[in-house]
């Protein structure tokens, strides 16, 4: 093997490292964190499957961004949906066969990378234009937006204008998988990819991009609204009554 394919193969294995354990302790951090009074953004449920409903609402749909901004809408949900796909469609380089769904997917996967571009271009123009969102933007928001518009860019070139090696690449990728290493395709466009996504994956868990996971623990959105018909106590809390008592 190449001292690029060894290089790559340790940056991988680092960003997977990096990208796992980070999550997961923010994850831990997330669900540590006291919720001591109930403040579900009304109208609120009033039972769990409506909060279930509601959270699904959200997470798919983006509601409450909906109902506030359609502009803002738009361009973030074509990017997260445009991102899904091209996400699924990446599956087909670690599974051997593939799977019926991301095989059904592999065309509209190609095309939803424009969509994600666009969006991120939307999101990242507002960042100028509005003066508002303009004050509060810092550095490394640009600087992730730019990250991102890198990948999507580096991906679409290898798919509408300089092609790589698929199978090459598909063989190194599920060698990564398996442990049994094959030497990946020295292609400008598919280094500067895979290098701009391992960055990605190393910083994505002290970055803003943490609203993925955070969105499930915010209490704004998980919460019942039943203030009236029952107590809440964070657990905490109860357990300082307990030892008072």
Do not use: C
């Amino acid at each position: 093997m190449t001292s690029l394919t060894v290089f790559f193969i340790g940056l991988f294995y680092f960003a997977a490292l990096v990208f796992i354990g980070g999550v997961a302790y923010r994850i831990y951090e997330y669900s540590r964190t006291p919720a001591p009074l109930v403040i579900p953004t009304t109208p609120a449920p009033t039972t769990r499957s409506g909060v279930a409903m509601r959270m699904t609402r959200e997470v798919v749909f983006f509601e409450s961004l909906f109902k506030s901004n359609k502009w803002i809408w738009l361009f973030g949900w074509m990017f997260h949906m445009g991102l899904a796909l091209v996400l699924l469609r990446h599956a087909r380089y670690f599974q051997e066969p593939v799977g019926f769904l991301v095989e059904f997917i592999q065309p509209f996967g190609k095309y939803a990378s424009l969509a994600m571009v666009a969006g991120l271009a939307g999101l990242w123009a507002r960042r100028f234009l509005v003066d508002r969102v303009r004050y509060i933007s810092t550095p490394s928001d640009h600087l992730m937006l730019a990250l991102l518009i890198a990948i999507g860019m580096s991906g679409m070139m290898m798919t509408f204008v300089s092609h790589t090696d698929i199978v090459a690449l598909k063989a190194f990728a599920l060698g990564l998988v398996t442990f049994d290493w094959h030497p990946l395709p020295a292609d400008g466009p598919l280094l500067v990819h895979l290098f701009l996504v391992a960055l990605l994956m190393i910083i994505f868990p002290i970055s803003k991009l943490l609203h993925a996971p955070g969105i499930f623990f915010s209490p704004t959105r998980n919460q019942v609204d039943n203030p009236r018909e029952q107590r809440h106590i964070a657990p905490w809390a109860a357990a300082l009554e307990r030892d008072k008592n």
